[in-house]
């Protein structure tokens, strides 16, 4: 089993900035499917950003133009860049490897002024 660690989480102000890290236990990021999801209170857990082994992305077309996911197969570490947050992206932010199911413990970003 993968062991993924997030961070990077917290508390910000809308139209502000986060990036979240999650940190692999291995060199797996270059050969696994890796998305970025979250879950807000209520409500369903949903893909948020994903990138192939190949390095193409997709996001949910809430995030599209704010958030960026990205990949250092050196560090063993993959991003999730938000910018513009809004309030409505508060949730607990989880690094999965979903086609493994491995998940990391989650990370709670809260948008609020």
């Known amino acids: 089993q993968v062991h993924l660690v997030e961070s990077g989480g917290g508390l910000v102000q809308p139209g502000g ?6 940190a692999a236990s291995g060199s797996i990021f ?10 807000a209170p209520g409500k369903q857990r949903e893909l948020v950003a ?5 390095g193409n992305t997709n996001y949910a077309d809430s995030v599209k133009g704010r ?3 990205s990949r250092d ?4 570490t993959v991003y ?4 513009n947050l809004k ?3 508060t949730a607990v932010y989880y690094c999965a490897l979903p086609l493994s199911g491995d998940w990391g413990q ?5 948008v609020s002024s």
């Open 87 to 89: 309030p409505e992206d």
């Open 30 to 39: 270059s050969t696994k499917y890796t998305g970025w999801y979250r879950q």
């Open 73 to 76: 197969n050196a560090k063993n």
């Open 50 to 54: 994903a990138i192939t082994i190949g």
């Open 67 to 69: 958030f960026t996911i």
């Open 17 to 22: 900035s986060l990036r979240l890290s999650c």
């Open 106 to 110: 989650g990370t709670q970003v809260t």
């Open 80 to 83: 999730l860049q938000m910018n």
